[in-house]
């Protein structure tokens, strides 16, 4: 019964930032390769982000450039770092494992980047 809670979203304007936390309820981080992923208003779910055990990342092509992915280990965390925000990365934002347990899927993190 893991319990994925993320942290961080908020509205915020076109060209911010925001940084969003994933701190499962058990230590799983350290054991599995992690990811983000995001779900905008009408659309399916959606990849943003992984990193593996050995720390290797790889993005979403609309994302690229933009966020950064990293994990904390000894804290059991998953970061997403979120710059120059545009309006087309409002939805709500989960973190799971990668490739996604089905089990695993949380309330998310709601991001709303408007003016």
């Known amino acids: 019964q893991v319990q994925l809670v993320e942290s961080g979203g908020g509205l915020v304007q076109p060209g911010g930032s925001l940084r969003l936390s994933c701190v499962p309820s058990?230590?799983?981080?350290?054991?599995?390769?992690m990811a983000w992923y995001r779900q905008g208003p009408g659309k399916q779910r959606e990849f943003v982000a992984f990193?593996?055990?050995?720390?290797?990342?790889g993005y979403a092509d609309g994302v690229k450039g933009r966020f950064t992915i990293s994990r904390e280990n000894a804290k059991n965390t998953v970061n997403l770092q979120m710059n120059s925000l545009k309006a087309e990365d409002t939805a709500i934002y989960y973190c799971?494992?990668?490739?996604?347990?089905?089990?695993?899927w949380g309330q998310g993190t709601q991001v709303t980047v408007s003016s």
């Open positions: 799971n494992t990668f490739p996604a347990t089905r089990a695993y």
């Open positions: 058990a230590r799983i981080v350290s054991d599995n390769d």
């Open positions: 990193i593996t055990r050995g720390e290797k990342t």
